[in-house]
């Protein structure tokens, strides 16, 4: 979704600030200090590992995020419904009392106007409960994918020993060149995928 889209590449974002911190603050440092140029130019240092993932095609195959997302749409399609069946027969209401006024006496006429002011104070009430209750459905798929898939990156990463994954979206990320052969996408989903269907369904 497109909010673990923006969580994660803040989170990018970060740390590759960090890495240009470092970068530059070790370069001054070799100036001011010999043993820490000695100790970070040492025949030991091993090269930066990266790999990143395409959120894009998470997204669009990872079969958890899909069910998941359809529930939430489909919940949200169901709002959308029950919300403007109640608003059109509040609209049908005022167009009878509207037709009927002439008729009425001023206290039936009253009466009817406040029935209908409670009814729209009990529609936006509904309309809060409900879109709250589906914001907070939202929250925590977002957590549940994010915990999901940082406990498979790091069983994932065990025998990589890459020391990033950044992620990567079309419509908002920093990275503005990725090299394929860091890409690790197509691995990542389908060990989400086979991993999923391992676990006992609830």
């Known amino acids: 979704m497109k909010n673990l889209s923006l969580v994660l590449n803040i989170v990018l974002f970060v740390l590759v600030g960090i890495l240009f ?19 970070s130019h040492s025949d030991d240092a091993q090269p930066l590992k990266i790999a990143y993932l395409n959120l894009d095609s998470l997204e669009a195959h990872y079969s958890y995020f899909q069910e ?3 529930e939430l749409n489909k919940k949200k399609q169901s709002i959308q ?3 403007a069946t109640k608003s059109q027969a509040i ?3 005022i167009k009878k009392l509207q037709k009927n006024a002439a008729t009425m006496t001023q206290a039936e006429g009253q009466a009817a106007e406040k029935k209908i002011i409670k009814k729209r104070q009990q529609l936006q009430q509904r309309q ?6 589906l914001m907070q459905q939202q929250q925590s798929f977002n957590t ?6 940082n406990s498979f990156l790091e069983k994932y990463n065990k025998g990589k020993h890459n020391d990033f994954i950044f992620s990567y ?6 990275l503005l060149y990725r090299n394929e052969a860091y890409n690790i996408t197509d691995a ?3 060990g989400l995928n086979a991993e999923d269907k391992q676990q006992p369904e609830e």
């Open 128 to 133: 809060q409960q409900l879109q709250s209750e």
């Open 144 to 149: 549940d994918l994010h915990d999901r898939l």
């Open 21 to 39: 911190y470092l970068h530059f603050n070790t370069n001054g440092n070799e100036a001011k200090n010999t043993t820490v140029e000695n100790h």
């Open 169 to 174: 979206s079309s419509e908002r990320s920093p």
């Open 188 to 190: 990542v989903i389908q």
């Open 91 to 93: 609209q049908a209401e």
């Open 68 to 70: 998941k997302s359809a």
């Open 81 to 83: 419904k029950e919300l």
